[in-house]
Structure formats: structure tokens, C-alpha cells
């Protein structure tokens, strides 16, 4: 999911689309995406045994490290911590 393909489905230019998106919800688009993917791999960590590495390719970040900054960034922990607390076991 990113800004480029949304505009595409949308027969519109990336930047035409971000500028509707935030002046329609008050966010910047490029963000709203970056929470979704978070938001995707905290449920993945949450409920799946997947290395961060793949939870990483499937959210289509260009590295596991880029993964990590971003979630760190926007949640204020690592993802190994937040599975650590949040990781619902299977019983």
C-alpha cells in the first residue's frame, strides 16, 4: 500500500490525492498508510510467530531495519518488546 498506488487506483496524481486526503481528514496520507502498516504489524506480532524480517517484506518496507525505526518511532517501542508483552499464546 502506498501513496502512488492509491493514486493510481484513484486516476489521480500522488501529490493531487495527498492534498484531497488532508484537506478532507486533516492528515497527511503518507502517514495515514505508515499507521495502517503499524497498525498491521502490531496485530501481526500480537497473534503470529512471523521474524520481523518477513512481517517487514509483507508491509513492503525496504528493510527490516526500516521496519524497526518506523515502528519505534510511531508506537515508542521495539517490535521484539511489543511481542514480548502483547503476544497472545495459542492454547
Known amino acids: 500500500l502506498t501513496v502512488k498506488s492509491l493514486a493510481k487506483l ?8 495527498s492534498r484531497l486526503f488532508a484537506e478532507e481528514t486533516g492528515v497527511n496520507l503518507k502517514q495515514f498508510v505508515l499507521n495502517a502498516k503499524i497498525d498491521t504489524a502490531q496485530n501481526l506480532l500480537r497473534y503470529t510467530e512471523l521474524a ?3 512481517i517487514a517484506v509483507s508491509l513492503n518496507f525496504s528493510s527490516q531495519s526500516a521496519f524497526i525505526y518506523t515502528f519505534r518511532k510511531i508506537t515508542g517501542t521495539t517490535p521484539k518488546k511489543y511481542r514480548e508483552e502483547h503476544y497472545v499464546t495459542k492454547e
Open 52 to 54: 520481523y524480517s518477513d
Open 10 to 17: 484513484c486516476g489521480l496524481t500522488p501529490s493531487y490525492l
